[in-house]
């Protein structure tokens, strides 16, 4: 069976969508982890893959396999990766923090992430009521970007790797924000710019991995 021969390996899997934000979440985790023992399986939209449906009921991307290991939701694959290879850490020591910011992290997925279908799928009318409501969610927390370096915090985070792959993708969206939101373009800069400083690459090498 596949999934027995997936898991006889001895690196991990990463089954991922290039150009994803979903999965590029995930890739950003293992860059900052410096992991490099991984085989990425880069699947395009309609793309099957039989290891895949073996190893994933719900056959989305991305799913990471470590031996005999599957996870496949990427805010649970992304807190795996940061307990499995604890340098840097991602995530605050203390439980007070740690709640905190997972709490950011559902309401970015809750309040951003789920428009991601409209922005890139959608009908007319569905495509201009999300790009209203993803500009007026992210106008509403402007402030916090200009708070700390990072997204809530003086250290990169887990936050920082899941929203800066749709910040990144503004433009991509069609969306414009006001000169009020400049803090948020700053943000996205930074991260983009650290991105490419960490990997050592160039800018067309680096965005939508």
């Known amino acids: 069976m596949a999934i027995v021969a997936a898991n006889r390996r001895s690196q991990m899997m990463l089954f991922a969508r290039p150009h994803d934000a979903q999965s590029q979440r995930v890739r950003l ?15 395009k939209p309609g793309e099957t893959n039989e290891d895949l449906l073996d190893l994933n009921p719900h056959n989305n991307l991305p799913t990471l396999v470590d031996r005999e290991l599957v996870l496949y939701e990427p805010r649970i694959i992304m807190e795996y990766l940061d307990e499995r290879f604890p340098h840097p850490p991602l995530m605050p020591v203390d439980p007070v923090s740690r709640a905190r910011f997972r709490l950011a ?61 749709v910040l990144w ?41």
């Open 169 to 209: 993708r503004l433009e991509q969206y069609g969306i414009d924000l006001p000169k009020q939101g400049a803090p948020i373009l700053r943000y996205a800069k930074r991260m983009h710019d650290r991105r490419v400083n960490r990997r050592n690459i160039s800018d067309a090498d680096d965005m939508n991995d």
């Open 29 to 43: 985790v293992l860059e900052e982890k410096g992991i490099s023992n991984i085989e990425i399986i880069e699947l």
């Open 105 to 165: 992290l559902y309401r970015i997925e809750q309040d951003i992430y789920k428009l991601i279908p409209a922005l890139e799928d959608g009908s007319a009318n569905d495509l201009r009521r999300a790009r209203k409501e993803l500009r007026d969610t992210l106008m509403g927390v402007v402030d916090i970007f200009n708070a700390k370096p990072y997204f809530l915090n003086d250290e990169y985070s887990l936050v920082d790797c899941t929203i800066a792959p």
